[in-house]
């Protein structure tokens, strides 16, 4: 199948969905089994436009939109979709997850105060900032309100040696 047509059927599903072509872009390698689908904006909101995207492949009467294209040879093929993320992007998340349950772990009483927001890196206390990640290919890093966390009872140099000793590993041979 070829690119350009690929690229229709996705515009002809973004439209029929309420999404308009310039809060989307394909990024496409020429020679690759797949390809990007990268909605812009904030990045709850571009999720929430993914996946009303994903769930645009079902129709109102409960059949499955056909995404299916002929090869250049003739034969059918199909597109598959899926929500998949980035590893940049799992890798904040999971990293924010962990340092949630450490300070929780050193500090049983925020269980109910501790809010992480792991697509943004960031972990709440009683809905204001205590701790942001910064993520590389190389490492994580983390910052801190001291005040807050000196208010909460958080010993932020223990949690976050702890924390980036285990995050940044060193490798060697």
């Not at 090869?71 to 998949?84: E, I, K, M, R, V």
């Not at 980035?86 to 300070?103: F, V």
């Not at 500090?107 to 206390?125: D, M, Q, S, W």
């Not at 910064?134 to 983390?142: N, R, W, Y």
């Amino acid at each position: 199948m070829s690119l350009a047509e690929v690229k229709k059927l996705l515009d002809t599903m973004a439209t029929d969905v309420g999404i308009s072509s310039d809060q989307y872009k394909f990024d496409f390698k020429e020679l690759s089994d797949f390809h990007i689908l990268r909605f812009g904006g904030l990045g709850h909101l571009a999720a929430k436009q993914a996946l009303q995207f994903i769930k645009g492949t079902k129709l109102p009467d409960g059949s499955f939109r056909d995404l299916s294209l002929l090869d250049p040879s003739g034969t059918q093929a199909q597109l598959f979709l899926n929500l998949d993320k980035n590893g940049r992007q799992r890798k904040i998340e999971g990293a924010t997850r962990r340092l949630a349950n450490l300070i929780i772990s050193h500090n049983p009483a925020l269980k109910t105060k501790i809010f992480p927001r792991r697509e943004e890196g960031i972990v709440n206390c009683q809905f204001k900032l205590l701790a942001s990640i910064t993520v590389s290919p190389e490492s994580i890093s983390l910052s801190w309100d001291t005040k807050k966390a000196s208010l909460h009872g958080v010993d932020f140099e223990v949690i976050k040696r702890e924390f980036l000793e285990d995050e940044n590993i060193t490798w060697g041979s």
